[in-house]
């Protein structure tokens, strides 16, 4: 991991962010080369921020420019169709919610700002376990979510693609 020259607030998205997070995930999209799954509208990203779920987001300390994002959801709410093929091939336990997306900028990446996302849900949440996809060809996300802890439990297909599914449930706590 390198050494991050910058510091950052980890806290909860505002409505002041939606932009922000917005025009991050537009640039990590499917449409410009990114890994992500999907695509993310501004009305997207407005109603995932709007549920009742954390949103957690990194800003940097010196611009307060936002650099990372990381959604959740409760499983009984989720609709799109990907994450509910997710739901299909590992439920998770009781408690469980849908971690992600996770969206970090290309700035920032390798310098634990992850680490740092994580913790802050993983408080949210009280510890309950994450359940996440990730692509079977996203090499540096499944090893960053192994640096976690976070384990493969299930594997899916779905739209032509071969996913992983995560959880922390065995993670070091």
């Known amino acids: ?19 922000a997070i917005t025009a991050l995930l537009q640039a990590n999209s499917p449409s410009q080369g990114g890994s992500l799954t999907g695509e993310f509208s501004r009305d997207k990203v407005a109603a995932m921020a709007d549920g009742a779920s954390p949103v957690i987001v990194a ?4 611009d307060g420019s936002v650099v990372g994002v990381l959604f959740s959801a409760a ?5 799109a169709p990907v994450v509910l093929a997710m739901l299909a091939a590992y439920a998770g336990s009781e408690n469980a919610y849908v971690y992600g997306p996770v969206c970090i900028a290309a700035s920032e990446r390798g310098q634990g700002l992850l680490a740092l996302l994580y913790s802050a849900m993983r408080a949210r949440h009280g510890g ?10 996203n090499l540096g ?20 693609a071969q996913f992983s599914v ?8």
Request: zero cysteines; hydrophobic letters at 45%; proline letters at 0%.
């Open 75 to 79: 499983t009984a709410t989720v609709q």
């Open 166 to 173: 995560y959880s922390d449930v065995i993670a070091v706590q």
């Open 128 to 137: 309950a376990e994450a359940v996440l996809f990730i692509r079977r060809d």
């Open 141 to 160: 996300s499944l090893r960053a979510h192994a640096r976690l802890g976070m384990r493969e439990v299930a594997t899916f297909a779905f739209d032509g």
């Open 1 to 19: 991991m390198r050494q991050s020259s910058h510091a950052y607030r980890i806290g909860t998205a505002q409505a002041a962010d939606i932009d």
């Open 59 to 62: 800003r940097r300390v010196l």
